[in-house]
């Protein structure tokens, strides 16, 4: 665990609500696209519009890729789960109930490991399958929000987009250690491929239940809500400002209300959405349109056996190799660039080599050109051909650089090639160096008196005059041992 | 005028009529058109006809080389939702509403050549057992224009009582295709939970609803159940019924065995209605059969549990009916004022009272000592049947403990018109089928007779139906039809 966010003798209690919108081909409980950003009411039918008469029929592939989730964030499957009506009436939800589960979720209790020297669990609660709500635009509000509006209207689109919801027990001890809980769990997920929990379109949306408590005390404080915070940055910050609020509050001697808030990111203040008072008594019941859902033990087992590795394992597997933690984080939670890393380990034989290309120029280009690894024009088959010049000796680190550079540029290029056409072959043999070491020595005779004379660190210049001689290619190595024995002699 | 008389033909004859080229369907539907211009004005069991759209279905079935059922007319009950003709559940709540999907029910009938004659009447939303709560007016029964038909598919029976079509689909909760059938002369099927598709069916109770025929035989019922009775992908609780609906002949019961829960029939049963059904035991031990005595302890429960669980599920199913996106909207200043105004005024009381018991049964708090207890009792009854069908293939019962009443005589006593379904309602909470046929006369009203088989046990109650009713020799068409025309 990070530091715990501990201030005047109280401690943070966090526990998070995390949606994801599940990226199957047609939507939960009708056969429509389940696309974002489509033409407004475009992808709408009987169904999903709630016209009379009209049934819900569960997306078998939603339930499978929840199972799914559930069994990689280390959930009980149970045997037999249900959908059930949660009810309330706003234009977001054209039945005026959810489709949503109640007491029988899909996913049942779990334990989710965050590796690292500061590493930590947190208990899953469950994690339930149910349908997206639409999208409500509030005309003439700032950024579509209510306040200030002066009417709205709903794109349909959105609505029934299969969602599960997630929800850790109250483990987390400061906003640090929940965004990185956070972004684990978004890994694993974007890992499995059911979803690409994109915080910006909001396929991926975190609440958080807020609480502060005297330190060592085991009971719970009063709990405020924290509605979808749209990115890692706006939960830390949002998580933090609460908890200094609650603080500020308890302090001043006054209560803390149960109640919904918002964050906003810009002034960085909470605002209450709702409070307990005007709670909604959602009237669940079992939905009768559907029937229950049942896992055998065998499908279960196949589907497990069948998921991908999965970033903590990753994490561990490449701390084990020996990468430094913040490393094997990066690779880990990157599952583009840790398959990138694989491949590339493979042809090279050298997991750190690799890594560190991976981590270094590979990134660096990735970034600049705002490519996926995948897409990058350098390939582990290029990239390795590049590294195995270096690990041969026939380059040096500088014109590897070089080369890389040409690679990306030219995609029919290869590292060999690129050696020849620009005569990057590191000079190394004696007889070479030692004729541009004769003639530095030559041209710097006061230097060459000063590190006789016992001011060895003038080597570092020798040494660059000779390099800086040789075009870059020198053996640096060689370099330094033929110039040391030659002052010495 | 087409010159075919309608009144009293039953649809296996219709079709029997069209195969033999002696009419066209055109001229059928024409015969059913000028029938119901005729007494649907006295009756009013229509709530909407469209006489060209009917008749151009008719001569595009007369163009086809149509078999089976293809030209045979049928009407609907206004709770099936029909593409492109107004569907109201005889509320004004979806006044002028048109829906864009054919139920997959009307979906069957059209790919069976069957060509509609119109919506018929029903109590709003299938909440009542009378027609009286229908927005649209009361609908009269053919037997006695004073008395109701029944409900809450009553103007799927009065249509065909008062030969205004062959044949109709109703649905049936808690007893609202059985009851009507039973109060207006005709046979009923109840099918078994999950064997007949509910798309497009404006739900009222979705755990207790299905669709099923109204016929003036036997023969008929199966005939129209085979059409219907299918698979779908658009319900996920159906999966179509377990083997081939069978068109049975009369036969003689031997080997059968009826159970009769005789501690049911003690209490507010009308001595007409109660010889009736003593008479059709007879029938049956003259038939070979053997009658014995079964116990359904917890069915006289089956009112009350209903009374939850109906609501409950309504309540939500309702919830959908908020003004935004179609049917009745009135206008208010913000959306929580619309809400309540358009409910207010789009729904009728019967309907606003069921809301609010079923939204208080599933409110915190009473959640548990209502709908809870009420899936508690179900759970009880279903096992009622379940240990009776161990020593029984069927169970007899009078349809309702009632001949029709008049109209507006219950109107205002809520348990009264509850209680006409007290042996119908035990049925639907066990999912099980249940068939309704004539059972002779009570002082000129039809009486009936209920025979419960467990579920899937449709062919063997529609075999068992079919003896009684060749031994009952019912005269199909009430007296008032016979010169109606």
């Keep these: 665990m990070s530091a715990p966010w501990q201030r005047d003798g109280y401690e943070a209690v966090i526990g998070l609500e995390i949606h994801v919108q599940l990226n199957t081909a047609s939507k939960m409980f009708c056969s429509c696209p389940n696309n974002f950003g489509d033409e407004p009411n475009t992808n709408v039918c009987m169904v999903c519009l709630a016209h009379p008469g009209a049934l819900p029929v569960a997306n078998a592939e939603a339930v499978r890729q929840s199972v799914r989730v559930g069994l990689a964030l280390g959930c009980q499957i149970p045997d037999v789960s249900e959908f059930s009506r949660k009810q309330y009436f706003y234009p977001d939800s054209p039945k005026a109930y959810q489709i949503s589960q109640y007491d029988q979720p899909l996913c049942g209790e779990g334990i989710f490991r965050v590796p690292g020297a500061d590493g930590f669990t947190v208990r899953l609660t469950r994690a339930h399958l149910e349908e997206d709500a639409a999208k409500m635009i509030h005309a003439g509000g700032e950024g579509g929000r209510i306040s200030g509006s002066a009417g709205s209207v709903v794109d349909f689109n959105r609505v029934g987009t299969p969602l599960l919801e997630i929800v850790t027990e109250p483990d987390i001890r400061s906003p640090e250690d929940a965004r990185r809980f956070l972004t684990l769990l978004r890994a694993t997920v974007i890992a499995i491929g059911a979803s690409e929990c994109d915080m910006e379109k909001g396929s991926l949306r975190a609440d958080a239940n807020v609480s502060i408590r005297p330190i060592g005390s085991t009971e719970y404080g009063t709990k405020t809500e924290l509605k979808n915070m749209n990115s890692f940055r706006f939960l830390e910050r949002g998580v933090e400002a609460e908890l200094e609020r609650q603080l500020g509050l308890v302090q001043a001697g006054e209560r803390i209300d149960q109640e919904t808030l918002h964050f906003d990111p810009t002034t960085g203040t909470l605002s209450s959405l709702r409070s307990k008072e005007q709670a909604h008594d959602y009237r669940y019941f079992p939905e009768p349109d559907l029937l229950p859902v049942t896992q055998d033990q065998e499908s279960l087992a196949a589907l497990a056996g069948h998921l991908p590795e999965l970033p903590v394992a990753r994490f561990d597997r490449l701390s084990e190799a020996g990468l430094v933690e913040a490393t094997a984080l990066v690779l880990a939670t990157d599952t583009g660039l840790a398959a990138y890393l694989d491949d590339l380990a493979l042809r090279t034989g050298d997991l750190k080599i690799a890594a560190n290309w991976v981590m270094g120029e590979l990134q660096a280009h990735l970034n600049a050109d705002a490519l996926s690894a995948v897409q990058s024009p350098v390939t582990p088959e290029r990239l390795a051909a590049l590294i195995a010049l270096v690990v041969d000796g026939t380059i040096n680190q500088t014109a590897a650089k070089e080369v890389f550079a040409a690679l990306v540029a030219d995609p029919a290029a290869t590292a060999a090639g690129v050696v020849q056409d620009r005569n990057l072959a590191q000079v190394g043999g004696d007889d070479a160096l030692g004729e541009i070491i004769d003639a530095v020595l030559a041209a710097h005779p006061d230097e060459v008196e000063a590190f006789r004379g016992g001011r060895e660190q003038v080597i570092g210049f020798l040494v660059g005059q000779c390099m800086k001689q040789s075009g870059g290619r020198a053996d640096a190595k060689a370099l330094q041992g033929l110039l040391r024995a030659r002052l010495s002699s | ?485």
């Design chain 2, 1 to 485: 005028m087409s010159g075919i008389d309608v009144i009293g033909l039953t649809a296996e004859r219709a079709m029997g009529m069209l195969r033999a080229g002696e009419c066209t369907s055109e001229e059928l539907t024409q015969a059913y058109l000028d029938r119901i211009a005729a007494v649907d004005g006295d009756v009013h069991a229509y709530l909407h006809v469209d006489a060209e759209r009917s008749l151009a279905a008719a001569r595009a079935q007369d163009a086809v080389a149509g078999d089976a059922l293809s030209g045979v007319p049928i009407a609907y009950k206004d709770l099936l939702s029909t593409k492109d003709v107004p569907t109201t559940a005889g509320s004004r709540i979806l006044e002028g509403f048109v829906p864009i999907d054919d139920a997959d029910v009307v979906a069957r009938g059209n790919e069976a050549g069957l060509v509609s004659l119109g919506k018929t009447n029903l109590d709003e939303f299938a909440m009542g057992s009378s027609t009286e709560h229908s927005a649209y007016g009361p609908t009269r029964n053919p037997w006695d224009l004073t008395r109701v038909p029944g409900g809450s598919s009553g103007g799927s029976a009065a249509v065909v009582a008062a030969g205004c079509a062959p044949w109709s689909l109703g649905t049936d909760t808690g007893g609202s295709i059985r009851q009507p059938a039973a109060f207006c002369g005709l046979v009923g099927l109840m099918p078994t939970y999950g064997t007949v598709s509910r798309f497009g069916v404006i739900a009222f109770a979705s755990s207790l609803e299905q669709v099923g025929p109204m016929a003036l035989t036997v023969r008929d019922a199966a005939l129209l159940h085979q059409v219907i009775a299918r698979d779908t992908d658009r319900d996920a609780t159906c999966t179509g019924p377990r083997e081939p609906i069978v068109v049975p002949d009369a036969g003689r019961l031997d080997g059968i065995t009826f159970g009769v829960p005789r501690a049911e029939l003690e209490e507010g049963v009308e001595p007409g209605i109660r010889a009736r059904f003593d008479e059709s035991l007879a029938i049956a031990t003259a038939l070979g059969a053997t009658i014995v005595d079964v116990e359904l302890p917890y069915s006289r429960h089956g009112l009350a549990a209903y009374y939850v669980i109906a609501p409950a599920e309504a309540s939500a199913n309702l919830s959908r009916f908020d003004g935004v996106r179609y049917g009745l909207r009135v206008d208010a200043p913000d959306v929580r004022s619309m809400y309540e105004a358009t409910r207010d005024a789009g729904f009728g009381p019967e309907v606003k009272r069921r809301i609010m018991i079923g939204t208080y049964a599933l409110s915190a708090g009473y959640h548990d000592a209502y709908y809870v207890q009420a899936q508690r009792v179900r759970t009880l009854i279903r096992q009622d049947f379940d240990t009776a069908f161990q020593g029984v293939d069927a169970i007899l019962l009078p349809t309702a403990p009632t001949t029709a009443f008049p109209i507006g005589a219950r109107l205002d006593d809520p348990l009264a018109m509850y209680a006409n379904d007290i042996f119908t309602l035990p049925v639907n909470l066990a999912g099980i089928p249940a068939l309704s046929l004539p059972n002779g006369l009570s002082d000129g009203l039809p009486s009936s007779l209920q025979i419960i088989g467990p579920a899937h046990s449709e062919n063997l109650l529609l075999r068992l139906g079919a003896a009684f009713e060749a031994e009952h020799a019912f005269d199909v068409v009430p007296p008032s039809m016979r010169s109606g025309a």
